[in-house]
């Protein structure tokens, strides 16, 4: 590609911060501690449906060291959540194991501990219902007065294009199926975690672990009914967030709750068993799925019907339908699309926002189907999605404007690293499978601003600052803003300092969310790069008697255009700026609004300035005398616009496959009875370093004209195919097809058995 | 004045940090604590002036707990202050009893502490000069190789205008007299701080109780070798600072290399007895003054002869004649001026900037020869004064350019407060008496810029951000910039935070330093502002289709211009620019530079924009039995330009006269053969709130037409003149003129007794 022409964008850089992570020492929110500083603890529901009919918190609050003893007769109904569904602290009843009931600051953690086993809590236990298709039903449990049949109205969606009757009349292979998909949860390395501190004006400071600062200070501002305007939102060090930091919880209010209370900054940390148990997850999702195709391979209709598990109460997870929709109306080019979802209440941990939001589990649905398809026309899967692939300049039936399309190149590249021709179809238990994805990768408007702010200000010594809405939680956001910016002044990336996630210093920004940083925050460093960049040329114009358009600016050095041999070092020339009568600083600003639209109320419109796409193809090798399913080796093949860092987006995508891989074979939650039963890294099987197959990344790039140098979003993607790309591998293996995830060897060996039977009935 | 016309300037507002200080709740330098921090202490010289023949560190080496000890020998030569004269660590010899010789950094301060206690130094004890006369004499010890008279050549200046031989001759009465002014020194609540912290990655980041957060970037820079491009300088919150924050001390690039040394971050504080030791101090003046007027009380010359004890090494205080040359040359009306100063080395504790920055000697010194002029010819020291006042478009014999002058009536109602005419030349032991000054109250070009910047950012919740340059180190900066701008905008003054002194966020400044933050960052602040306001109005213009010259923005509400009966409230304007399609958020900036240009060889020209003017008049009684004076008001009438903020202005004039009162009465470093003997609060008589007279203030505005709203600085001015007019008062009191300050009751009584002796002999 254009590489070549850059300085710092297409370079292997590391991460700013990688130093004081690898050597542990930054400061996570976990490391914060004011003076005053209390600790803040919430005991939480032992059964997943019940009444509460008394709460003696007499004693927790005679205990010496405990400041405040909370429960929700002490404060507003407070409630939270995208439906407006969640009661901050719980009254009268409790609907999931995760709910709380009360809350104590304490002098220390330990002391926070023991008052809370000093609370009395006396229940009557109601019935519960544990299965959203059971909680449906009528007569089943009703968790909320204002859901009748546990659904909420909004709750309940439909999206159609073409006519999918009409679809499957005209295909020569029609096939149905019902699928499932699991709880999973996010795994953050780094615990949930919100210190509150009053000023004695009354003004709020939060720092918090969160991804949308802005609309996180918007958030806390509605449900405690404090001015937003007296809310500073502050984004300490993130170990990671995935979408679980996406929303704004119970803790986080009652967390301020203690301070106002107690006139002292409070501080609460999650144990790893919360992060488990009260952490949102990925939904679980049942989900029938009906595809048809010509007997030439072109798809016909696609049909979707999917059940979601919300849990108890409503986070974002509630809205992942948008996401899923997206997928099974324009993954592949298909003429005739419906997609119906309910989302249903349960007594289970809620659902929340996890990478990919939604879009693992309608990818797993969408290229289950297609690899299905393909083996009832006896084609290639591979050629099957190459017929069917999207391509650039498409508009799908739902309006998502496909301006630049990698994914031909992506199925291609992939399938040449695993030698698909050669390894697919063999009669060994060896067996290659793919699977691609579409999603957004140019910002995602789902707020009536999907923008982002940037200054730029350069010191009398070179020193260059970004100050960004964006917001790193880990995924390496700062580098690559410093790297935009790097390039467009001419300076080492080392000179860069990049603030950010600091709702009183940084300009607005949506959040860290849809994979939208690199475009949409990049798109705004790179604007305010450039004013920066015109303004130091204007004064080297000036200083020099020069036309500002004849100069240029690279490598620390201003010069004229085409004779970089006799140049001014960059720091010289900003101080000459700055130290003449009349002279002025650098200080410059870029705000960055993609042109995109809102969905309407039938869900079409084009949300992002961009799509990205990816195919992932992998070898799995499957013991057929245990189940067992090893994955020798994923070709990881990813259009990205452009690789502003190369190195950040092989760790994306290292990460995300080792996300897919966990989704696709090991990982789930086990709840029963809504009592999760694996809360913890010993029984939740995250895969580790030693579980990690050979991963070969490749980067696509399609050069995107809407993207800062090109580039579009990827952050999601990587954890989105690797689950269905594991399932086509072991049917192109030993021929069974597994349609529940995890792929566990119980199932394997189940259906193997199964397979094996029906072979010796015929 | 006009001040009806505002709705936030000229409005009494408490500072924005007063809850939090007066609550004990602000965090200062000394309440940081950082993971791994270790504690810095300094050993210093037993001796005034002496060879140090061994330093044998190895038992505090050896001392558990002890990270890391160094001396001179382990670092490169570093030289620091204005003459680049001052050792960071003492090699070869020693030349007062501040002088660093080791630095040790600990796990705890105690045993830092005892560190320093195992540390043996060797020395061969040298004669010592503790007199700046003494010290230029032939055969007096040397202290720097390169100084052969304890003199420096760029420590001795000399300025005139006009040709005093041909005033004098042709004055009516010319005096001639010696005054000297002591060594006292700043008394900040909170001492010195400094806490240093290296990232793995080697950036440096330093919190600091410095005034000028952008020289002080630089000034590491230089001493350390480090690029400045790689440090961070932040201003932590400062328990006063005076001046004696101006310049970077040993201490601070020790602190580094201790951090540098250790990889951990390391603080240093002051303790007390430091702080008075350690930290610089007003400088000690031995001055000969010659003054001369016709009968009609016009001056006709003033000749000043002064030499300064600059102490060991040079800090600011080397430069303060550059002040004391503007009130010499300037104050009053005088056609002819000479002014030669010298600054001499001596084995004292070293001089540096403090409030006033000389001027309170320089005043002194006029102040008290313009009261004697007037006795000598027998008129009223105020009509003296009145007749020979500066005046609004004056330009004096320096080029100093008065734009506005209050001076007329700050003399005026000064009197009037004292009731002067009825008071004063009373046989009793009652007096009044005044003093005036001038100061530079728009900037001083002392750097090749004297600017500031600013941005402003306005959220969806109309809260409001200034990022500044400015430094508040104590004196409500802040508070003042966040009232321009409230003013601007039409917003709460509670509505705007103000950020400043971070040098990675914040534009740049040149720092909190000669009264220039009001009149400079105001400026800068107000253009931001300004900035922001348009930015909003052509928003509104645009959604209501009208001309954003036509609409106006006050009380958090947009309105045509005229009709503010209709209109839309302030932060709803902000959200609907920012949602709406080619939205755009409120980011605006501010640069401002004062037209002012830097002084040539022969020291003319007009430094400041502006000039501020002050009288105060005081009433005294003198106990004629114990010699002891007591003053019973003060009234100081200053010429702000504008109030912005009454409250705060009042807060400084009180602040200011309680220093002026104790420079006058009170105060004194005792320091004898290089030693200080009263290094702490019981010993060193700071006045205290029972001391404070009745203080009317009185507020002169002069609308300064390049002041933001019109204000001047007028924060160091405060304490400047109470010390002349104090000793003015006691002079029409009792008749004795004390020309040396502090004016104790020992010298008062043997005054008397002198002037009882003499009357007698009569």
Chains 1, 2 share one sequence.
């Not at 301070?259 to 148990?277: K, L, M, S």
């Not at 140019?442 to 010191?459: E, F, L, N």
């Not at 100050?467 to 790097?486: E, L, N, P, R």
């Not at 969310?513 to 925050?521: D, G, I, K, L, N």
Request: proline share 6%.
């Amino acid at each position: 590609m254009m590489s070549k022409e850059f300085s710092f964008v297409g370079k292997r850089v590391p991460k700013l911060d990688a130093p004081e992570k690898v050597t542990g020492q930054i400061a996570y929110g976990h490391d914060m501690k004011l003076p005053r500083m209390l600790y803040g603890k919430i005991l939480r529901s032992e059964y997943a449906h019940a009444q509460i009919l008394n709460i003696d918190t007499s004693r927790a609050e005679a205990l010496p060291g405990v400041r405040a003893v909370i429960t929700a007769e002490d404060i507003p109904d407070m409630r939270i959540g995208w439906a407006r569904d969640h009661p901050v602290l719980k009254a009268g009843k409790v609907r999931s194991v995760r709910d709380e009931i009360a809350a104590v600051a304490a002098v220390d953690e330990d002391t926070a501990s023991e008052a809370l086993e000093l609370i009395k809590v006396e229940y009557e236990e109601l019935p519960g219902v544990f299965d959203p298709e059971e909680a449906m039903k009528p007569g089943a449990p009703v968790l909320h007065g204002e859901a009748p049949n546990n659904i909420q109205e909004k709750m309940r969606q439909s999206y159609y294009h073409g006519d999918v009757e009409k679809g499957f009349s005209e295909s020569d292979v029609v096939i149905e199926d019902r699928l499932t998909l699991p709880f999973v949860t996010h795994c953050c390395m780094g615990t949930s975690f919100i210190l509150a501190d009053f000023s004695p004006s009354g003004d709020l400071t939060v720092w918090s672990s969160t991804q949308m600062p802005f609309l996180y200070q918007r958030d806390l501002s509605m449900v405690l009914g404090i001015p937003a305007s007296k809310i500073r939102v502050i984004k300490a060090p993130v170990g990671g967030a995935f979408g679980s930091k996406l929303d704004m919880y119970p803790f986080e209010p009652i967390c301020v709750l203690l301070a106002q209370r107690t006139g002292c900054p409070v501080r609460i940390t999650y144990t790893r068993e919360e992060e488990f148990v009260v952490g949102p997850t990925r939904q679980p999702v049942i989900c029938d799925v009906k595809s048809g195709a010509k007997g030439d391979g072109t798809l016909t209709a696609r049909q979707v019907s999917m059940i979601l598990d919300n849990g108890a109460y409503s986070s974002w997870g509630a809205t992942t339908p948008l996401v899923m929709m997206q997928t099974i109306s324009s993954l592949y080019r298909v003429p005739n699309v419906k997609y119906d979802v309910v989302v249903a209440y349960t007594n289970n941990p809620y659902s929340g926002a996890m990478r990919g939001y939604g879009n693992p589990q309608a990818t797993f649905v969408v290229e289950t189907h297609i690899d299905m398809l393909a083996h009832e026309l006896g084609m290639d899967p591979m050629e099957f999605r190459l017929k069917n692939a999207n391509q650039s300049g498409d508009v799908t039936g739902q309006g998502v404007k496909i301006t630049t399309c990698g994914l031909t190149e992506c199925i291609e590249k992939a399938a040449e690293s695993v030698t698909w021709k050669a390894k697919r179809a063999k009669p060994d238990a060896r067996g290659v499978g793919m699977a691609s994805l579409i999603h957004v990768g140019g910002g995602a408007r789902i707020y009536p601003s999907d923008g982002c702010g940037s200054t730029v200000k350069v010191d009398d010594f070179g020193k260059v600052t970004l100050i960004s809405g964006s917001t790193d939680m880990g995924q390496g956001a700062d580098t690559v803003m410093a790297q935009i910016v790097a390039e467009e002044l001419g300076v080492p990336v080392a000179n860069v300092t990049v603030v950010n996630a600091d709702t009183d210093i940084t300009p607005w920004d949506v959040g860290a969310h849809a994979s939208r940083t690199t475009f949409v925050a990049g798109n705004s460093a790179r604007l305010a790069a450039m004013d920066a960049k015109s303004q130091i040329l204007e004064g080297a114009a000036e200083n020099l008697g020069e036309k500002a358009e004849d100069l240029d600016m690279k490598e620390g050095k201003i010069f004229r255009k085409g004779e970089p041999e006799e140049s001014i070092p960059f720091e010289k020339m900003v101080r000459s700026k700055h130290f003449r009568p009349d002279g002025d600083i650098v200080l410059a600003r870029g705000w960055y609004e993609p042109p995109t639209e809102r969905q309407d109320k039938e869900f079409r419109g084009n949300i992002s300035a961009a799509y990205g796409f990816a195919t992932q193809a992998v070898e799995v090798e499957v013991d057929t005398q245990t189940g067992e399913v090893t994955v020798l080796k994923i070709a990881a093949a990813h259009d990205v616009g452009r690789a502003i860092n190369p190195m950040a987006v092989e760790g994306q995508i290292h990460g995300g496959v080792s996300m897919g891989l966990g989704y696709g074979l090991y990982e789930e939650l086990v709840v029963e009875e809504g009592q999760v039963l694996n809360p913890n890294f010993a029984d939740y099987a995250l895969p580790t370093a030693l579980d990690m197959p050979e991963i070969d990344t490749i980067i696509v790039e399609t050069d995107d004209p809407a993207g800062p140098f090109g580039a579009k979003g990827m952050a999601e993607p990587a954890c989105i195919p690797t689950a269905p790309a594991i399932a086509n591998a072991v049917y192109d293996a030993v021929g069974v097809r597994i349609k529940d995830l995890p792929i566990t060897p119980e199932k394997v060996l189940k259906a193997l058995n199964q397979k094996k039977e029906s072979e010796e009935e015929k």
